[in-house]
């Protein structure tokens, strides 16, 4: 059925959320912006957008966005590249260790999050560089942001500014409140308690958190 949502997702509005510590975070994208790409890897380097992005076929992808918290924002509209196309150049330059089996991606605000590897490499994980038909804000990511719509929100790391593959599970910031793999169709929302438990604790907590978020928009700059 079209519009179905993931067990214990409901629709809301597109704004920008994150973990409440990075609400009060302004991190700036400029220009001139360099990925670092690292980690168990023969090779690290330092990448620019056009680089990275020129990887692969630009595409369009019409996705929602699940964050853990049980709101979802529907049919969003990204643009972007595979980040299986990316992971094809930096297998040749960057060379990760053949037992790195995990992938950690970090957000200039300092966020990060790690995927497993395999379920980055899916046909639906983007690193894009537009939403909705104009460049990404920096609230939204710019200039370059994670997109994988299987996986909850806080897989997707907004302006990413370092890859690093592996050999073991990061938990990150959010720590025991994500889980390793996150899949919204499995309810993976976090690593201890089962999805139901989370699904009654998180509604009382989005307002607080848009609120940050929300009020950092406001201010001064
Ligand atoms: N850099 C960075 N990326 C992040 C976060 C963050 O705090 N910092 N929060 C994650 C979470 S929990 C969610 S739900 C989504 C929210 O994306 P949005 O701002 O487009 O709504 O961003 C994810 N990526
Ligand atoms: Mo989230």
């Known amino acids: 059925m079209p519009g179905e949502l993931p067990p214990g997702q409901r629709p809301a509005p597109h704004e920008p959320f994150g973990l409440p510590q990075f609400g009060g975070v302004r991190a700036l994208s400029g220009p001139g912006h360099r990925v670092s790409v690292g980690g168990t890897a023969r090779h690290p380097a330092q990448f620019g957008i056009e680089e990275l992005l020129g990887a692969g076929e630009r595409r369009t992808q019409s996705s ?70 104009a460049e990404l804000t920096d609230r939204f990511g710019a200039p370059l942001r994670l997109v994988a719509p299987a996986h909850y929100g806080y897989k997707n790391v907004k302006q990413v500014c370092a890859i690093d593959f592996l050999r073991s599970y990061d938990p990150g910031q959010a720590r025991i409140i994500s889980h390793p793999r996150g899949r919204v169709d499995l309810e993976e929302r976090g690593r201890l308690l089962p999805g139901w438990f989370w699904r009654r604790v998180w509604p009382g907590q989005v307002e607080r958190v848009r609120a940050l978020f929300r009020a950092d928009l406001s201010a001064p700059r």
């Open 64 to 133: 929602d966005l699940h964050c853990v918290t049980t709101w979802s924002a529907v049919g969003l509209e990204w643009e972007g590249v595979r980040f299986a196309d990316v992971y094809r150049l930096l297998a040749e330059l960057v060379v990760p260790h053949p037992g790195a089996r995990w992938v950690r991606f970090t957000g200039l605000d300092g966020y990060s999050s790690t995927m497993l590897l395999d379920d980055a490499l899916a046909a639906d994980v983007l690193l894009a560089d537009r939403l909705s038909g």
